[in-house]
């Protein structure tokens, strides 16, 4: 049924491009997503455009809540694909989505740190020793929620040294060497290569991530934003996810 809606979609999508009447042959997408979703999320684009040569796909990355801002201070997006529940439930109180909002994919959590793991750090009480340099995100931001919860899950309590805007800058720093660890997402550590390490947080500290996907209100192209949704959606979509470590609805 997936493939056969994703089908329609996209032919009333061509048909509306030939007509010139609901878009044009150049019709551009404008995707807001968080920034956790950057690498997959840029092959999902190309994917897509393959096969709609007459949309081209346009992201803005950056954390979930700065996304929230952008949209409701009136950025022109079509589509919203966010890292947490909350953040969408907001943009849907707040009366800037169309129709409901579809999960896509599940995420955990993992500790980043320098290549070879200097610091010796093997688990979540670790970031809490003497001279070790901790970064996370800011708590509005869901990594940086969900990080919270799975301290208070083990019982260890720390300051970090700095609160970021979002994982992707949690991984930067911890590459420059400045700062020794940090909680991202999985996917994030697999992303980053050789360039960090990842160190596994139990199951029974975790937490998985829920990103849920929109169609902005008042978009330009929402026939070919509900067409791009259901791309992510479809078998295709789901295991161009599932390459780059997210785990499938």
Known sequence: MRRLGLFLLVTAFVAAACGGSAATPATQLNVFAAASLTDS????????HKTNSAVTVKFNFAGTPTLVTQIEQGADADVFAAA??????????????TGAAQVFAH???EIVVAPGNPKGITGLADLAKAGVIYITE??????????????????VTVTPKSLETDVKSVISKIELGEADAGIVYTTDV????????GVPIPDQFNVVATYPMVVVKGSKQPTAASAFISFVLSSSGQATLATYGFAPV
């Open 41 to 48: 999320f840029k092959a999902l684009g190309d994917a897509f």
């Open 84 to 97: 947490d529940t909350t953040n969408m439930d907001k943009l849907k109180t707040d009366g800037f989505t």
């Open 107 to 109: 995420n955990r959590l």
């Open 138 to 155: 800011a708590p509005t931001v869901p990594a940086g929620k969900y990080s919270l919860q799975a301290l208070q899950k083990a019982g």
């Open 190 to 197: 697999k992303a980053a290569g050789s360039k960090v390490s």
